[in-house]
């Protein structure tokens, strides 16, 4: 008997009889006919005796959130909309659904969210900009095609988040489908299928026929009870962003899933540098809600921009407050933006790691062919001593390309590229995403390169870039402030906080910081050139009428 009919025998959820059955030390995969009647025995036994546990407060069990993932064609889509008709239909005949980013279906009285992009590109950049919403990946398969390169790439990503897999071998209907070699592929990856002793569970479909839904469906549920889901609907609103669009009528609209707490019509929210108060909450069948709880996806009204997918919103108590923490996060991410060009990831990679006692340097490994990407994997793997340790996330071949550097900047890896290319937009990307792409086309200066890394022996290298010019025009004494260069700037701009380098006469005479820029009666952060200002410096009083100012950043070299 399976276990979750034996669950159901004994009127327990599959995911506890799971630990029963683990703490009787009873060995049994959920998909397994593999208790014995003495062993069902020995369970209802252990579980007349046992009282019940008190409940856990305020934590109440939560719908699973599932994303599908697998190769292009292997037929997500077509399982996503499947699984949506099936359940739908039994509801209500005819309802209209409506694309928001994510659904819910209902199946033998649970709730379970489904994520409407597929593929872990869209997986991974909500986690790269700061959230994680699934809790279960079912990695598609197609039965004819097997195991390609984006599923390879899809469970990286989904073990890069630590989300547990369920394979769903798709198109058995066609004749060329092969599901044992499926399986077989699955076992390189550290997949063992269930049937054959292993963790793995897989589940054979057809989005075509229909076939094995139902079965899919009864994984997610089993999987979900394992994971114990809950969430604390009376703390405080937490809702992430699954996508968002700009509507010509509605203005701004976003999919929000919440992830704890209660959404309610009236609420004042702030997520980054979005705020706004709820208009309207909708869910993905157009319906119009009051409140929405916990797994709830609904498509909120009223905000004042556009989502981001991965941000995270909270509520606050008026519109006034919201204002002023969007405004702060603006100004801080400025900084931020500005702070980070100066710093190499590298280190930031090491950090996180420190509390470990073993170093690990997380990488994305990329080559230009299977062989060498082989040889560059044992190389690698031999750089490592008792301190540190080099974490694989992901390795393939080819070019350096959009998810490889989202599934980096989301887990604070570094790329390693050996004999493969990067696009400008790629590039870009892992700018913007603070990611180090290391090339390299000879495979010692990949070990040399790779081995000062380990070493923490990379020394930093600066280089001053001038960013911005200033002519002194003016000295005024002010009391309590001290010397302030009335300015001209004539060239870039001039940034508070900045470093300058004070010229007098083509010779450097000092050096500071600005300590406070002034235009007119106001503090400014920043101004460009043809404008007049006032210049504070830090660490040099000397200035003087006819001096140029030169505001310059230092930058690490080597940085992209
Ligand atoms: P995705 O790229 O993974 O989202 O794949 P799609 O859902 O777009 O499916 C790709 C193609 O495979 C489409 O032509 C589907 O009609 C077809 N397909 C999907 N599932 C099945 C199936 O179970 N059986 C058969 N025969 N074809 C399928």
Not at 239 to 244: D, F, M, N, R
Not at 346 to 363: G, W, Y
Not at 444 to 460: A, H, Q, S, T
Request: aromatic share 4%.
């Amino acid at each position: 008997m399976r276990v979750y009919e034996v669950a159901k025998k004994l009127n327990l959820s599959s995911g506890k009889l799971m630990k029963i059955l683990a703490d009787l030390g009873i060995k049994a995969k959920s998909n397994l006919s593999g208790l014995t009647a003495e062993e069902i025995k020995k369970v209802r036994e252990f579980v007349l005796e046992k009282k019940p546990s008190p409940p856990e407060e305020k934590l109440v069990p939560r719908a699973p959130v599932v994303t599908f993932l697998g190769h292009v064609d292997h037929g997500k889509t077509s399982l996503l909309d499947a699984i949506r008709k099936t359940t739908v239909a039994q509801r209500e005949v005819g309802g209209i659904t409506q694309r928001i980013g994510a659904s819910e279906v209902e199946f033998q009285g649970q709730r379970i969210v489904f994520i409407d992009t597929p593929g872990h590109e869209a997986f991974t950049a909500m986690r790269a900009h700061g959230a994680q919403i699934t809790d279960i990946a079912v990695l598609v398969i197609a039965a004819d095609d097997g195991v390609m390169p984006q599923t390879v790439e899809a469970i990286n990503h989904a073990r890069a988040a630590k989300v547990p897999i369920i394979v769903a071998i798709n198109k058995i209907d066609k004749k060329e489908a092969n599901v044992e070699r499926v399986k077989k592929q699955l076992i390189r990856y550290d997949l063992m299928p269930e049937e054959w002793g292993g963790e793995t569970i897989c589940v054979e479909v057809s989005a075509l026929t229909r076939q094995g839904l139902d079965e899919l469906l009864e994984m997610i549920l089993l999987e979900a009870e394992i994971l114990e889901l809950k969430a604390n609907p009376d703390a405080d609103l937490r809702a992430v962003v699954i996508e968002g669009e700009m509507d010509r009528q509605k203005g701004p609209l976003s999919t929000l899933l919440v992830q704890q707490g209660i959404l309610r019509v009236g609420d004042v929210l702030v997520g980054g540098s979005i705020y706004g108060k709820v208009r309207a909450l909708i869910n993905w069948k157009g319906k119009n809600l009051k409140e929405a709880g916990v797994s709830t996806p609904v498509r909120v009204l009223g905000l004042s921009e556009v989502g981001r997918p991965g941000t995270v919103f909270k509520k606050v108590a008026n519109e006034r407050e919201a204002r002023q923490l969007a405004e702060k996060f603006k100004e801080e991410e400025r900084e931020r933006s500005l702070r980070k060009k100066n710093l190499l990831t590298l280190e930031s990679l090491f950090q996180q790691t420190e509390e470990n006692k073993k170093r690990t340097l997380n990488i994305v490994l990329k080559a230009e062919a299977q062989g060498s990407l082989k040889a560059v994997f044992d190389v690698l793997k031999k750089l490592e001593n008792d301190e540190v340790e080099l974490n694989i996330i992901h390795e393939g071949v080819g070019d350096v390309s959009r998810s490889d550097i989202l599934l980096a900047s989301a887990s604070k890896a570094m790329v390693l590229g050996f004999n493969v290319g990067v696009s400008p937009t790629n590039r870009a990307l892992a700018k913007s995403e603070n990611v180090n792409i290391r090339e390299h086309r000879i495979i010692y200066e990949l070990i040399d390169d790779v081995e000062k890394i380990l070493k923490g022996l990379i020394e930093p290298k600066y280089e001053e870039i001038t960013i911005g010019k200033a002519e002194v025009r003016n000295i005024f004494k002010i009391p309590r402030v001290g010397t302030v260069a009335g300015c001209y700037i004539v060239e870039g701009k001039v940034l508070r906080g900045s470093r300058v380098r004070v010229l007098r006469d083509g010779k450097t005479v000092g050096e500071g910081t600005i300590k406070s820029l002034r235009r007119f009666d106001q503090d400014v952060r920043e101004l460009s050139s043809g404008l007049e200002c006032g210049i504070n410096i830090e660490g040099f009083k000397e200035i003087r009428k006819g001096d140029l100012i030169e505001v310059y950043e230092r930058r690490r070299i080597g940085d992209r």
